[in-house]
């Protein structure tokens, strides 16, 4: 199981866009339309998927919300991080 990072880490760490909400880390991308926002959620299922790291994903007419947290830890980990980082590098 992942460590939960202190909340100093979590400050230093946040990924650009990212906002933490308790126990979990937030982003909402936005985009131009509903196929847009069904072809990232299709993109971030495929890499959450690989990173066997599953966030919670709401789909909206142009936007996905993602919502990261660790289950197992109870927290914020690590892992969030990572994902946070990789969703960033396929929207921006």
Not at 42 to 55: I, K, M, Q, R, Y
Not at 70 to 76: F, K, L, N, V, Y
């Amino acid at each position: 199981m992942a460590d939960l990072l202190s909340d100093a880490e979590i400050s230093d760490r946040l990924p650009e866009e990212w906002t933490r909400e308790d126990d979990e880390i937030v982003r909402v991308f936005e985009f131009d339309g509903y196929l847009d926002a069904s072809g990232f959620l299709s993109a971030a299922a495929g890499l959450a998927e690989d990173a066997w790291h599953h966030p919670e994903m709401t789909i909206r007419w142009g936007e996905v919300e993602v919502r990261l947290t660790t289950h197992d830890a109870g927290g914020i980990t690590e892992n969030d991080i990572d994902l946070a980082e990789r969703l960033n590098g396929i929207h921006d």
